[in-house]
């Protein structure tokens, strides 16, 4: 829609003004509504009702009712065509990497809410720029099934601190990351593991164990995952999209297992 047409349809403010004065009861000049006093080639038809020029009023409300709709009809960024905008989007994938090897395991399903166990894995080989940190992004993990978004695992930034006994700490040569939590203060997150194949590689591993939290479950496939490496939202397409081959349980209902 063209920049003209949107200023068209945008709320006259003087009129809106003026509609409102009126039916609070000013009469100032600057309160008056313009009227027609007639409807067609023939005066003496007049549509005004108490006052008001009665078409002119329901033009003026049917512009403010159209309003938002013309707001909320703006086109916005979607960078891998999946019909997200990409403020929205965990995983702009616009280099279309897969996440394989995908695993997802529930435990304690009939325990109390809250007491319940997770586990999840994935490989992605991502673009390598902006450079591998989860120590600054942080790590996430979006499981959801045909319903909506399931799991949304976020694991935040942040080095290791001994009196918070939470962070990532880096390994020695500069490929693996290791996330500790003993509180799981985020989404019961306890440990997480990234491991890159080497340093100049882009595949990397990623492992994430979680406990007592509440973690609901993917039974309507089809089950898919995304990876964010570049965290919260991966606009730069340093993430993987991938989709579980099914889903069961185990142990009498105990247990959920994708694969």
Request: with cysteine.
């Amino acid at each position: 829609m063209s920049g003209a047409r949107r200023q068209w349809l945008s709320p006259p403010t003087a009129w809106v003004a003026a509609v409102r004065a009126r039916f609070a009861g000013e009469v100032s000049e600057s309160a008056r509504v313009p009227i027609r006093d007639w409807v067609g080639p023939q005066a003496g038809s007049s549509s005004r009702t108490h006052g008001f020029d009665q078409a002119l009023v329901w033009v003026v409300l049917g512009l403010l009712l159209l309003a938002p709709v013309v707001a909320s009809a703006q086109p916005c960024a979607d960078g891998d065509g999946d019909g997200i905008c990409d403020v929205d989007d965990p995983c702009t994938n616009i280099a279309a990497v897969e996440a394989s090897n995908l695993r997802l395991r529930i435990r304690k399903i009939l325990w109390d809410p809250g007491r319940q166990r997770v586990r999840a894995a994935a490989v992605v080989d991502v673009p390598t720029s902006p450079p591998i940190d989860p120590v600054a992004k942080g790590l996430r993990i979006v499981v959801r099934d045909d319903t909506g978004d399931k799991l949304d695992l976020v694991i935040p930034p942040g080095s290791f601190d001994a009196i918070t006994d939470r962070g990532w700490s880096p390994s020695g040569s500069g490929t693996a990351w290791t996330y500790r939590d003993r509180a799981g203060t985020a989404s019961g997150i306890m440990k997480a593991l990234v491991r890159r194949r080497s340093a100049t590689s882009g595949e990397i591993k990623i492992v994430v164990f979680g406990q007592n939290g509440l973690y609901p479950l993917p039974l309507s496939p089809p089950v898919t995952a995304s990876i964010v490496i570049d965290a919260p939202t991966a606009t730069t397409g340093q993430c993987g999209e991938g989709t579980f081959d099914f889903c069961f349980f185990r142990n009498q209902g105990a247990k959920l297992l994708c694969r």
